[in-house]
């Protein structure tokens, strides 16, 4: 697969498209890009993803809180692995914003000699929205391109949707943004140094530097599945700003405590696989009642991950 980080730089002919934020890759979104792709490999065509970054609703200023399910190249790389042979990571700003529909398209024939446009049932593009189903229909005719439109998705009895999943994630619910993901929700982050009050506790944790974007869970204590290249382990993670430790306000943290493990990971890659959500966060009164809860914390951890 080949990765580009703009449509400037692709030179294409035939290409099959889709176009959006795709954030999370949910099954909404596998739903038309496992179409499209088996559409264009019959077709002997490239199947070409062009992905917006940064979301288009942050550019126009209509969210400000942590906001991404994956960053760029975690959605390249889900991309790649459902067939995908073109992602294109197209930057979004306010000329983007501004262009008419039909310009849009325009670029999208000169660069990829587009063939066949799928999108989703609700999809627009260009300014103000104009370039809806029915303008992208009618421009078909004119560009030479057919336009394949999506039905919605379904999962655990509702339209999926990113918005949803980071509803969702807000509320802790792992099992319905698992549903909705097709997949378990990950973050992956630089092993960092902490304060070393896990190691002295004898529970040392893993202190993750995750990308300041993403979307986190609703703090807590989750059971996962910890991955680093092809090893893996069982972990209880805690997201939050630890407040039996903390006195004043802190940005929240990643940390997790890898079950059967004891070596050092700092400054390597850790991916975490939210199961489940166990508890809220609290503060205790001492670091005796502390341990205690994650002791408790860990035996209900092993119970689930034992079970699958």
């Not at 995908?84 to 914003?97: C, G, H, R, S």
């Not at 990829?112 to 421009?139: I, K, M």
């Not at 943004?177 to 092993?191: A, T």
Request: charged share 20%; net charge neutral.
């Amino acid at each position: 697969m080949h990765h580009y980080w703009s449509l400037e730089a692709v030179h294409l002919q035939n290409a099959w498209l889709t176009i959006g934020s795709f954030d999370g890759v949910h099954r909404g979104h596998q739903e038309i890009i496992h179409k499209m792709t088996a559409g264009a490999h019959t077709a002997g065509a490239p199947a070409v993803v062009l992905a917006f970054f940064p979301h288009p609703a942050i550019v126009l200023r209509k969210r400000q809180e942590l906001y991404y399910l994956t960053t760029p190249e975690e959605r390249a790389e889900i991309m790649e692995k459902m067939g995908v042979d073109v992602v294109i990571t197209q930057p979004f700003n306010l000329e983007i914003a501004n262009m008419e529909a039909r310009q849009f398209l325009l670029d999208l024939k000169a660069h990829l000699a587009l063939s066949h446009l799928w999108v989703g049932y609700d999809f627009a593009l260009g300014r103000g929205r104009e370039g809806d189903v029915s303008t992208l229909r009618r421009l078909g005719k004119e560009l030479s391109y057919q336009l394949h439109v999506v039905k919605p998705v379904q999962a655990a009895n509702r339209y999926v949707s990113s918005s949803l999943i980071r509803n969702k994630l807000a509320e802790g619910d792992m099992n319905i943004v698992s549903q909705l993901l097709g997949r378990r929700y990950q973050i992956e982050g630089s092993v960092i140094h902490g304060d070393g009050r896990g190691q002295a506790l004898g529970i040392p944790t893993a202190n993750l530097e995750v990308w300041p974007e993403r979307a986190l869970p609703k703090a807590g204590v989750y059971v996962c599945k910890a991955h680093n290249g092809n090893e893996s382990w069982g972990a209880l993670t805690n997201v939050g700003v630890r407040p039996t430790f903390e006195a004043k306000p802190v940005s929240p943290r990643v940390e997790a405590h890898l079950l059967d493990f004891d070596r050092d990971l700092y400054g390597q890659s850790l991916c975490l696989d939210f199961i489940t959500r166990l508890r809220d966060e609290q503060r205790f009164p001492n670091v005796q009642a502390l341990v205690a809860q994650i002791q408790q914390d860990i035996l209900r951890g092993r119970e689930i991950l034992s079970s699958g």
